[in-house]
């Protein structure tokens, strides 16, 4: 593909101004990791991504389990979530910005809404999937509540949470980087804002290059947690 890539602007046919050669890319890429400036923005994008991600994962998990353990409550709200979900969240994001301004509030606000969604409602099925016969094993040897929850129910539901939680983190990525590609001070959207608005298309396939690159990392670090919990 590179090679392809590096051919089709050689003999440009595709506008360099449109497609950079590879190289040029590379050497613009690396050029960006010797500047201390790209550092910051990165911090700043890392900081929401994770902070937004807690939120999602906490509020998520609490309501999930919440949702799940109480069928009345599930049978009410479940369906309901599951419709919100499919909203596009792109809509909200002017509110968001509305209340906490185009800094990182926004950005984190934003995010820990697209991701909450999955993971809400994965762990709310995960939960309500548990195989009643374990539960009704636990409870004839005499396992109190906590215990319960602790040894049959959440080890049960976890598979299908931590799948949430995937599908969660792609959606506080993708938040955060439109965010910030939207409206933002600081972070790696706002700076592929600023290369597209300069028409640096190596600059900006530079900046894509490192959000693909800090995507698979966090893809990684949840696949090697899927493997500490022997998850499939």
Known sequence: MLAFWEIATA????LPALLPPPVEVLKTFVGLLGEGDIYIHLAVTLQEILLAYLI???????????????????????PLLVAISAVPIVILYPFSVLFFGIGS????????????????????WGVRTVNPELIKAAKSLGARPYQL?????????????????????????????????????????YKIAQASDMLDTPLLFSYIWMVLTLAAGINKLLSLVERKFNIP
């Open 11 to 14: 003999y440009e046919w595709v």
């Open 56 to 78: 999602a994962v906490l509020t998520g998990t609490f309501l999930g389990f919440l949702l799940g353990g109480i069928p009345y409550l599930g049978d009410i709200f479940e």
């Open 105 to 124: 509030g926004s950005k984190i606000a934003f995010a820990a809404l697209s991701g909450f969604f999955p993971v809400v409602i994965n762990t709310t």
């Open 149 to 189: 929850f602790f040894k049959v129910i959440f080890p049960a539901a976890l598979p299908t949470m931590i799948s949430g939680f995937r599908i969660g983190m792609v959606f506080v990525l993708l938040a955060v980087i439109g965010g910030e590609f939207i409206s933002a001070k600081a972070g790696i959207g």
